[in-house]
């Protein structure tokens, strides 16, 4: 059973970079044809897919988020990460890891709360 | 604004079978499969529904999904108080980078 758990600080002040990572067990990120995915969801909102990391190499990212986002994958640790830079209040949300699929099941993990305030 | 379409909210009875929607494009739905999740009350969306119909292991067989043409339903028959949750369908997009995920706004399931 693969499982994913996010790591990072639950409090970042506002214009730096928030960094989170994803460890990744039951299965290696350097294989299968999964997309390793960063999504969030502000308070009382709705989810919104952030962007991945692609088992092709590439990467995407959500247009809304104007070239600030970062996925990077680790695969000597299996593991994937996310920085998101010039964080402001509007990136308060929960972020959740996913490993996604667009013919498989996909897997999410925890999720972990980001809260942006200085 | 999402990409796909659901209701903001559904309702039903105990015991009642209560369906939800979930529309999109040819870029998504009509291309690719949909997924469905439940999201308690401050959980993390569990996988009720993947590849359109197929139920992960542990969902019980009251949930089912269905899709047709840019359109997509989540049913749920036997409707139990616990069933009360935002439920949220999910879909690849072509997008010209490549996949991207996209989600409906989500539907919050009131049990009467």
């Known amino acids: 059973q693969v499982q994913l758990q996010e790591s990072g600080p639950g409090l970042v002040k506002p214009s730096e970079t928030l960094s989170l990572t994803c460890a990744v067990s039951?299965?290696?990120?350097?294989?299968?044809?999964?997309?390793w995915s960063w999504i969030r969801q502000p308070p009382g909102q709705g989810l919104e897919w952030v962007g991945h990391f692609s088992y092709t190499g590439s990467t995407n990212y959500n247009p809304s988020l104007k070239s600030r986002a970062s996925i990077s994958l680790d695969t000597s640790k299996n593991q994937f990460s996310l920085k998101l830079n010039s964080i402001s209040a509007a990136d308060t949300a929960v972020y959740y890891c996913a490993r996604g699929g667009t013919t498989t099941r996909d897997y999410w993990g925890q999720g972990t709360l980001v809260t942006v305030s200085s | 604004q999402s990409v796909l379409t659901q209701p903001p909210s559904a309702s039903g009875t105990p015991g009642q079978r209560v369906t939800i929607s979930c529309s999109g494009s040819?870029?998504?739905?009509?291309?690719?499969?949909v997924n469905w999740y439940q999201q308690l009350p401050g959980a993390a969306p569990k996988l009720l529904i993947y590849?359109?119909?197929r139920r992960p292991s542990g969902v019980p067989d009251r949930f089912s999904g269905s899709k047709s043409g840019t359109s997509a339903s989540l049913a749920i028959s036997g409707l139990q108080s616990e069933d009360a949750a935002d439920y949220y369908c999910a879909a690849w997009d072509d997008s010209l980078n490549g996949p991207i995920w996209v989600f409906g706004g989500g539907t919050k399931l009131t049990v009467l």
């Open positions: 040819t870029s998504n739905i009509g291309r690719t499969a």
């Open positions: 039951g299965g290696s990120v350097s294989s299968g044809t999964y997309f």
């Open positions: 590849r359109n119909d």
